[in-house]
T-cell receptor
Framework: NAGVMQNPRHLVRRRGQEARLRCSPMKGHSHVYWYRQLPEEGLKFMVYLQKENIIDESGMPKERFSAEFPKEGPSILRIQQVVRGDSAAYFC?????????????FGPGTRLLVL | AQTVTQSQPEMSVQEAETVTLSCTYDTSESDYYLFWYKQPPSRQMILVIRQEAYKQQNATENRFSVNFQKAAKSFSLKISDSQLGDAAMYFCALGTGGGADGLTFGKGTHLIIQP
């Protein structure tokens, strides 16, 4: 009965490096959502994926950010050439099947710090 | 565009007392869901309670209940018999698209429990 898993929990990068955040959804869940939380703010939706498909990336910055959810393995949120403004907590959530179970279950988050 | 507003940045309550956290929202969708999530210092997002908009009956989970006023687009959370472990940030969230959309979050209310 493992919940949503995210790793690493903490990630430190220097400006210009790449950050890779991983998310494994709950067992039986095939839908993954990524959110970003800036300090003192609520969570902001970034992207919604199903296996091998990006369904909605309306909240994703147009440059440097990408996400995937391959047929096998975890979902990956990739940030290229990180800048200090990318420092935030990144949360992944999963749901079993939107339309029948709408609740999103969250992972513990990855805290990204860009030096 | 959907919005969620939490007008109380911080609330304080004595242990064992009752506290109500406010949330208002705006959406043009007729089918939607509302959630309260708790974020303790560990930063994990924990689902507290959920409400389907089509249900008139207010949701209840043990000491947590909501007052859902659909016409006023209001969704407040009542915590009875407050406990020290209830201290956390509380976020109100709105979901549409049958769960296929990302959630829209408010900015949160910091709840302090006075012993």
């Amino acid at each position: 009965n493992a919940g949503v898993m995210q790793n690493p929990r903490h990630l430190v990068r220097r400006r210009g490096q790449e950050a890779r955040l991983r998310c494994s959804p709950m067992k039986g869940h095939s839908h993954v959502y990524w959110y970003r939380q800036l300090p003192e703010e609520g969570l902001k939706f970034m992207v919604y994926l199903q296996k091998e498909n990006i369904i909605d990336e309306s909240g994703m910055p147009k440059e440097r950010f990408s996400a995937e959810f391959p047929k096998e393995g975890p979902s990956i949120l990739r940030i290229q050439q990180v800048v200090r403004g990318d420092s935030a907590a990144y949360f992944c959530a999963s749901s079993p099947n939107p339309g029948t179970e709408e609740t999103q279950y969250f992972g513990p988050g990855t805290r990204l710090l860009v030096l | 565009a959907q919005t969620v507003t939490q007008s109380q940045p911080e609330m304080s309550v004595q242990e064992a007392e009752t506290v109500t956290l406010s949330c208002t929202y705006d959406t043009s969708e007729s089918d939607y869901y509302l959630f309260w999530y708790k974020q303790p210092p560990s930063r994990q997002m924990i689902l507290v309670i959920r409400q389907e908009a089509y249900k008139q009956q207010n949701a209840t989970e043990n000491r947590f209940s909501v007052n859902f006023q659909k016409a006023a687009k209001s969704f407040s959370l009542k915590i009875s018999d407050s406990q020290l472990g209830d201290a956390a940030m509380y976020f109100c969230a709105l979901g549409t698209g049958g769960g296929a959309d990302g959630l829209t979050f408010g900015k949160g209310t910091h709840l302090i429990i006075q012993p």
